[in-house]
């Protein structure tokens, strides 16, 4: 009977390893159609892009709440592809209560790899004695989980920074970037633009929070560097709305140059997002929208839809206009004689 069931124990383990993660093909912005999804965050490594998002939920009464209710976002997701065409989803991968300190709301998050870890800057409702969002970290050894939190507290609090026009909310939206050099930074903020080294260990802050001056800005900053020029792309104040603005800087202590905005206002959402990744030899602004329809539930400000564009640069560094679409981006194939066959791609007048 022993050897019965230790036969049957490692079947069942061998099948759920083998056990195939649900996976779709892009068809086109949005990219995930059967969940409401938002705040993208993009990671490259090893040949494998990782996209993590927050999970918008519906929730009866939504739709007149106010005051950040409007907003019920429960856990991030990850996505992973290696071709843009074919996604696999991994499911939640963390969530707010995965901290001792955290009680909800899984707003804008993103991971960056070192050294063999994946560290997770995150959003989250932090309770007592904080009673305010901060900015947290999670570990994992893997960029799909599981992901643990080696500080036990957040790693910035309200009584950190100084509140500026968003109060007890003004520490959200973390974005890291490792410099060529091994520095390693973060950035976060609403209504304030707050910057700041961190330590090796990645989990500590190394001296002074700074600020940023950037014009409109609001929040959703994210961290890129390419040929030399450090981009802060960040959610900014359009026409009633959010659209996607960004800077420029010789390096992270400065100064940045503000370049205008990189598109307009995303359909039907009051909030925009960017996250950008080099990805297979293109480069890809990832972003939110509104106008997903899931179970007779329209789209709408804490219903939103995560979209991705490629992303074009000048000769002189600067960004092109992104123009939101409709379409589906996905790597070239080659036949049996190695020549390249272009996808057909839905051309879409899209949104300015």
Request: charged share 20%; hydrophobic share 35%.
């Amino acid at each position: 009977m022993k050897k019965i069931a230790f036969i049957t124990a490692l079947m069942t383990v061998t099948l759920a390893a083998c056990a195939q993660l649900p996976t779709f093909t892009n068809t086109g912005n949005p990219l995930v159609k059967d969940k409401f999804t938002a705040d993208p965050a993009p990671l490259v490594h090893d040949g494998t892009l990782y996209l993590y998002v927050g999970h918008d939920e519906y929730y009866e009464g939504q739709d007149t709440a106010s005051g950040g209710k409007e907003f019920n976002i429960t856990e991030w997701l990850c996505y992973s592809t290696r071709d843009m065409q074919t996604w696999t989803d991994h499911g939640a991968v963390l969530r707010p209560t995965d901290f001792s300190w955290g009680v909800g709301e899984a707003w804008a998050a993103q991971v960056v790899e070192r050294n063999g870890k994946f560290y997770y800057y995150v959003t989250a409702l932090a309770g007592e004695p904080w009673n305010s969002r901060g900015v947290g970290v999670a570990v994992s050894d893997s960029p799909t989980g599981p992901f643990t939190d080696p500080l036990g507290k957040p790693l910035v609090s309200d009584d950190m920074t100084d509140n500026g026009a968003r109060g007890w909310w003004n520490d959200i939206d973390p974005t890291a970037l490792i410099d060529d050099n091994g520095q390693a930074w973060l950035c976060w903020g609403n209504g304030t633009c707050f910057l700041a080294k961190l330590k090796p260990n990645m989990i500590e802050l190394d001296g002074e929070i700074r600020t940023i001056d950037l014009p409109r800005y609001v929040e959703g900053p994210w961290l890129s560097k390419r040929n030399g020029t450090y981009y802060l792309t960040y959610a900014s104040f359009g026409e009633g709305r959010e659209n996607i603005a960004y800077a420029t800087a010789p390096s992270m202590e400065g100064p940045w140059t503000p370049q205008g905005e990189l598109t307009g206002m995303a359909e039907n959402s009051f909030t925009i997002h960017p996250g950008i990744a080099d990805f297979n030899g293109k480069s890809y602004l990832f972003y939110h929208n509104a106008t997903l329809t899931i179970d007779g539930h329209q789209g709408a400000i804490g219903r939103r839809s995560v979209c991705v564009d490629e992303l074009r640069y000048n000769p002189d560094g600067t960004m092109q206009h992104v123009r939101q679409t409709t379409q589906a981006y996905r790597q070239a194939v080659k036949n049996k004689n190695d020549s390249v066959l272009p996808y057909p791609v839905a051309q879409d007048e899209g949104v300015s």
